[in-house]
């Protein structure tokens, strides 16, 4: 995780913390290991001194191995650690510049694992990380990792005291006209093939999903949907379906682009991902620079893992399987790093995932700027202009996505240079068709 051997470059931060131990075995480190736990992960470094201008400093140890022998048998000691969440390697003693040090690498804790606390009280020994300082965590935040540590996602429960008449029919037919319009199966009462509706009772998925907003509310008081500032009353399908039309529609995105295919999928990992029941709202706002996407609740596998693919640890394993059989956010592990390829490939910066704390949330962005415009093609201006026009030749109209796709060039790309055409005066536009001008 650091350097060891230039580590009087460091200095303490959100995953670096530096005691001198030469004391003994810090009291302060338990909280250390609990925050760091809880948070991101972080490195403990025994045998380090901090100076008043942030720098490091190594003090020799006089016998590290009691350290290490101590600090094992209270990690051990469920009556003082909730949990040891270290594998042997991660505790090792170095040697800087002569002096005899300990390095303690603790990993960010499993959901499972979580919250990993001191003591004999969760409620008063669970810490977490915020910049360089450890704090205590408020029962809320507690309590959020207690509903991550659960087995079933939260939207697996069946909503008893509730009836169908929660649903709005209306929602649930927009859904099963994208339904039938993509899948050929008969499903029966679609309620229970979705797990919508158990029993005639819907389940937290059915309510979220499908529910009309007043019935939402009732039960998840913290619901909340934003979008350019402005609070929606709409249940989750319907507010993805009108976020991602009214983001493609200021962007002036084509259907079936690129562009559209991102934006939707990073909507879906933003409503899949949500805890409902976390203190911020769902937030979505596009900038002259930028599309944010916002949900409560941080990522439940590290973001390191999730940029490369293969692993998924949804929060709503329901709402996600409903979204999947309409063909939205159908890239189960892949989801992340086909956003962030796509993104990247039709001529943007790269995207940014962002996670902080008090409140728990997960921001996505999109960025709107371009990255250097000399990567996009080896072609010059006049020869992408005469495949442009070649093809309009040959073709007599065609959409942007089509001429894209022909120039193997990303949406954004190819808007420029057929802006460029239209100024020109050598194509024109008409219904997002473009064609030579007569």
């Given at each position: 995780?650091i350097?060891?051997?230039?580590?009087?470059?460091y200095?303490?931060?959100?995953?670096i913390?530096?005691?001198?131990?030469?004391?003994g075995?810090p009291?302060?480190?338990?909280?250390t290991?609990?925050?760091?736990?809880?948070?991101l992960?972080?490195?403990?470094?025994?045998?380090?001194?901090?100076?008043?201008?942030?720098?490091?400093?190594?003090?020799?140890?006089?016998?590290p191995?009691?350290?290490?022998?101590?600090?094992?048998?209270i990690?051990?000691?469920?009556?003082?650690?909730s949990?040891?969440?270290l594998?042997?390697?991660?505790?090792?003693?170095?040697?800087?510049?002569?002096d005899r040090i300990?390095v303690?690498?603790?990993?960010?804790?499993?959901?499972?694992d979580k919250p990993?606390?001191v003591?004999?009280s969760m409620y008063?020994?669970t810490?977490?990380?915020?910049?360089?300082?450890d704090?205590?965590c408020t029962?809320?935040?507690?309590e959020?990792?207690?509903?991550?540590?659960?087995?079933?996602?939260a939207?697996?429960?069946?909503?008893?005291?509730?009836?169908?008449?929660?649903?709005?029919t209306?929602?649930?037919?927009?859904?099963l006209?994208v339904?039938?319009h993509?899948?050929?199966?008969?499903t029966?009462?679609?309620?229970?093939?979705?797990q919508?509706?158990?029993n005639?009772?819907?389940?937290?998925?059915g309510?979220l999903m499908?529910?009309?907003?007043?019935?939402?509310?009732?039960v998840?008081?913290?619901y909340?949907?934003?979008?350019?500032?402005?609070e929606?009353?709409?249940?989750?399908?319907d507010?993805?379906?009108?976020?991602?039309?009214?983001?493609?529609e200021i962007l002036?995105?084509?259907?079936?682009?690129?562009?559209e295919?991102?934006?939707t999928?990073?909507?879906a990992?933003?409503?899949?991902n949500?805890?409902?029941?976390?203190?911020?709202s769902?937030?979505?706002h596009?900038?002259?620079d930028k599309?944010?996407?916002?949900?409560?609740g941080?990522?439940?596998?590290?973001?390191s893992k999730?940029r490369r693919?293969?692993l998924?640890?949804?929060?709503?394993?329901?709402?996600?399987?409903?979204?999947?059989?309409?063909?939205?956010g159908?890239?189960?592990?892949?989801g992340?790093?086909?956003?962030y390829?796509?993104?990247?490939?039709?001529g943007?910066?790269e995207?940014?995932?962002t996670?902080?704390?008090q409140?728990?949330?997960?921001i996505?962005?999109?960025?709107?700027?371009?990255?250097?415009?000399?990567?996009?093609t080896?072609?010059?201006?006049?020869?992408?202009?005469?495949?442009i026009?070649?093809?309009l030749?040959e073709h007599?109209?065609?959409?942007r996505t089509e001429?894209?796709?022909y120039?193997?060039?990303?949406?954004r790309q190819t808007r420029k240079?057929l802006?460029?055409?239209?100024?020109?005066?050598?194509i024109i536009?008409?219904?997002?068709?473009?064609?030579l001008?007569?």
């Open positions: 995780m350097q060891i051997e230039s580590i009087e470059e200095q303490e931060n959100n995953r913390e530096a005691k001198k131990a030469l004391g075995l009291l302060s480190i338990w909280e290991y609990s925050a760091f736990a809880n948070t992960g972080g490195v403990i470094l025994l045998g380090v001194e901090e100076y008043r201008d942030k720098s490091f400093h190594t003090v020799d140890l006089p016998d191995q009691r350290l290490v022998d101590e600090f094992t048998k990690l051990n000691n469920k009556e003082r650690v949990a040891n969440i594998a042997d390697s991660d505790i090792h003693i170095e040697t800087i510049h002569g300990i303690i690498e603790v990993p960010r804790a499993r959901r499972y990993v606390f003591g004999d008063s020994g810490y977490r990380r915020n910049g360089e300082g704090y205590h029962r809320e935040e507690i959020a990792m207690l509903r991550d540590a659960a087995v079933h996602s939207d697996t429960k069946v909503l008893d005291t509730l009836d169908i008449s929660v649903f709005d209306s929602t649930v037919d927009r859904y006209d339904f039938h993509v899948r050929t199966i008969d029966g009462n679609i309620h229970t093939y979705l919508s509706c158990v005639d009772h819907p389940t937290m998925a309510l499908f529910g009309k907003y007043d019935r939402i509310k009732e998840i008081p913290s909340s949907l934003v979008l350019q500032d402005e929606l009353e709409m249940n989750l399908f507010f993805l379906y009108y976020a991602r039309n009214r983001l493609c002036d995105t084509e259907t079936g682009s690129v562009i295919m991102v934006i999928e990073s909507l990992n933003c409503v899949i949500a805890d409902y029941h976390g203190t911020v769902i937030d979505i596009i900038d002259e599309i944010t996407m916002r949900n409560p941080t990522f439940r596998i590290p973001v999730a693919g293969g998924a640890d949804p929060r709503n394993v329901f709402i996600m399987r409903m979204f999947s059989l309409v063909n939205i159908k890239n189960t592990g892949s992340v790093p086909a956003i390829h796509a993104w990247h490939g039709e943007f910066d995207p940014q995932i996670q902080s704390f409140p728990e949330q997960t996505l962005t999109l960025p709107l700027t371009e990255h250097n415009s000399d990567a996009w080896t072609a010059s201006p006049e020869e992408i202009a005469s495949l026009i070649s093809y030749t007599h109209t065609a959409r001429i894209a796709k120039l193997n060039l990303g949406e240079y802006n460029q055409l239209v100024k020109a005066q050598i536009t008409h219904n997002k068709q473009y064609s001008k007569a």
